[in-house]
């Protein structure tokens, strides 16, 4: 099975600051790795889908970017409603455990 | 509206069995791959099950493989996920969620809001 390794786990920053999560793969996964929001009380949203293709609708502040087996989530100047968890996940034929996940907290 | 609509869960007794259903409205059902995903009580999301917009590819984890089925009726926009001999570890929300496709792809672009289960004696 694939283990995905994200940090930071918690990440303290200010509105308008660049913000960088990072999920290193245990091994290649091609490329297919998404990347998740999710708020309390509510269901993930897509951000990020083949490590670096924006989901419709998502600001284009929000990217993704690979180097291996390495994938980082950039949000380029983080915004008040971008406070929340962020998760990588890897899935095609590499599909299953998410990342344990980032909380942005302010 | 685009959404999904989660039922079935409760709490429920170690080695019995519960099924989810998961209603979708606002988009062409058979044209996608549908997935159940679950959160354990201060854990991560887990994928759990997916089935391919016909039926005809399914997938599980590991730890449910003989225990859950998965299924669809897309004749009635639905999917289903049939659990037995239920463990403690079990114990999550169960999410439904939308494939970006018809195969079992796995990046989901819909999910639902959850049906907890609960498995204790």
């Not at chain 1, 283990?3 to 490329?31: E, H």
């Not at chain 2, 079990?90 to 959850?114: H, I, M, N, P």
Request: aromatic share 12%; proline share 4%; with cysteine.
């Amino acid at each position: 099975d694939i283990q995905m390794t994200q940090s930071p786990s918690t990440l303290s920053a200010s509105v308008g600051d660049r913000v960088t999560i990072t999920c290193r793969a245990s091994q290649s996964i091609s490329g297919w790795l998404a990347w998740y929001q999710q708020k309390p009380g509510k269901a993930p949203k897509l951000l990020i889908y083949k490590a670096s293709s924006l989901e419709y609708g998502v600001p284009s502040r929000f990217s993704g970017s690979e180097s291996g087996t390495e994938f980082t989530l950039t949000i380029a100047s983080l915004q008040p409603d971008d406070f929340a968890t962020y998760y990588c996940q890897p899935y095609n034929d590499y599909l299953g455990t998410f990342g344990q996940g980032t909380r942005v907290e302010i | 509206e685009v959404q999904l609509v989660e039922s079935g869960g409760g709490s429920i007794q170690p080695g019995r069995s519960l099924r989810l259903s998961c209603t979708a409205s606002g988009f062409i059902f058979d044209d996608y791959a549908m997935h159940w995903v679950r959160r354990a009580p201060g854990k991560g999301l887990e994928w759990v099950s997916g089935i391919s917009w016909s039926g005809g590819i399914i997938q599980y984890t590991d730890s449910v493989k003989g225990r859950f089925t998965i299924s669809r009726d897309n004749a009635k926009n639905s999917l289903f996920l049939q659990m037995s001999s239920l463990r403690p570890e079990d114990t999550a929300l169960y999410y439904c969620a939308k494939d970006r496709v018809s195969v079992v792809e796995g990046s989901f672009d819909l999910w639902g809001q959850g049906t907890m289960v609960t498995v204790s004696s």
